[in-house]
T-cell receptor, first 112, second 115 residues
Framework: QKEVEQNSGPLSVPEGAIASLNCTYS??????FFWYRQYSGKSPELIMS????GDKEDGRFTAQLNKASQYVSLLIRDSQPSDSATYLC????????????FGTGTRLLVSP | DTGVSQDPRHKITKRGQNVTFRCDPI?????LYWYRQTLGQGPEFLTYFQNEAQLEKSRLLSDRFSAERPKGSFSTLEIQRTEQGDSAMYLC?????????????FGPGTRLTVL
């Protein structure tokens, strides 16, 4: 079992729709969760961080965390073609470890 | 406000040659990380520094790889006797440790091609 799992996609949504990206993780002791966006050929860019159960909203983005289910998601409202990218879920296990463990990413395609 | 910078952005080398990459973190950040990313995969952790101390190393970091952060500012990653399997994007990230939160910001990466 991979430590962080994501559906590789592509996830195709029309412009203006809500895109829902999901991520599960295996280590129940994980403390910190991050979503990065990566355009083709570029480096990861931080979108959101979340540390507590529940929802966290930032503009069109909402991160949702459920530690009991070991599940974290990212919702993108009013999706735009410029949101087309690969979205990487990253997890930091506990305070003793600083490295991030990444999923393979979900490719999102937003069609005009 | 300058972000993380990396140099060079691209490197093409022949198998067996040594290469060195440089990373300059965001100025006040005390933690610096190296990751490697291959096509279709997420970044994989290689090593990290807090100030000048190298605190964690991945098993991916074979004895051909060495990283330094001599004065707690910039860092270098050297790969000796490169192999074709070393071809990847090498990413540097930095963060400022604050309590339990530690958000890593990535540089543009160095794309290595080993012929």
């Amino acid at each position: 079992q991979k430590e962080v799992e994501q559906n590789s996609g592509p996830l195709s949504v029309p412009e203006g729709a809500i895109a829902s990206l999901n991520c599960t993780y295996s280590d129940r002791g994980s403390q910190s969760f991050f979503w990065y966006r990566q355009y083709s050929g570029k480096s990861p860019e931080l979108i959101m961080s979340i540390y507590s159960n529940g929802d966290k909203e930032d503009g069109r983005f909402t991160a949702q965390l459920n530690k009991a289910s070991q599940y974290v998601s990212l919702l993108i409202r009013d999706s735009q073609p410029s949101d087309s990218a690969t979205y990487l879920c990253a997890v930091r296990k506990n305070t003793g470890f600083q490295k991030l463990v990444f999923g393979t990413g979900t490719r999102l395609l937003v069609s005009p | 406000d300058t972000g993380v910078s990396q140099d060079p952005r691209h490197k093409i080398t022949k198998r067996g040659q040594n290469v060195t990459f440089r990373c300059d973190p965001i100025s006040e950040h005390n933690r610096l990380y190296w990751y490697r990313q291959t096509l279709g995969q997420g970044p994989e952790f290689l090593t990290y520094f807090q100030n000048e101390a190298q605190l964690e190393k991945s098993r991916l970091l074979s004895d051909r790889f060495s990283a330094e952060r001599p004065k707690g500012s910039f860092s270098t990653l050297e790969i000796q006797r490169t192999e074709q399997g070393d071809s990847a994007m090498y990413l540097c990230a930095s963060s400022l440790a604050r309590g339990n939160t530690d958000t890593q910001y990535f540089g543009p990466g160095t794309r290595l091609t080993v012929l």
